[in-house]
């Protein structure tokens, strides 16, 4: 069965030049823009369907199934966060952890390598995770 790519988006102004980032983790940031979450503390929002330049409005999946470009071969079912390019790798989760990082999603159907595109059922607005 092939996956449905469909859900709820958002409009938010870009902060930066997006337009390589189509179906990359955005966050808002402090101006409340969309800008790139590059790190596993980021807050995602959701997922980048566009890609806007700077100034002009990025497009941005808050809740369903995304295509989601990948650092990494993505397996099924696996917890997905942000690199520091913004796409999504894989939430390594220590043992007795004290730091709380944030997912975007959980992998619905793998990539099977780096800047590969997976699929992703969305955690509307993230969610964060102890490790």
């Known amino acids: 069965m092939a996956v449905e790519y469909k859900g709820q988006c958002i409009t938010l102004k870009a902060a930066a030049d997006l337009s390589t980032s189509q179906f990359c983790i955005v966050k808002v940031d402090s101006s409340g823009e969309a800008a790139l979450a590059v790190l596993v503390t980021d807050k995602p929002i959701g997922i980048l369907q566009n890609n806007p330049v700077s100034g002009s409005e990025a497009e941005v999946m ?61 955690y509307p607005f993230g969610q964060r995770t102890l490790v």
């Open 62 to 122: 808050i809740g369903g199934v995304s295509k989601i470009k990948s650092s990494v071969a993505l397996a099924k079912d696996v917890e997905v966060t942000a690199d520091a390019s913004g796409r999504g790798t894989t939430l390594t989760v220590a043992a007795g952890g004290t730091v709380y990082n944030y997912l975007v999603g959980r992998c619905l159907e793998a990539s099977t390598a780096a800047n590969g595109i997976a699929a992703v059922g969305i």
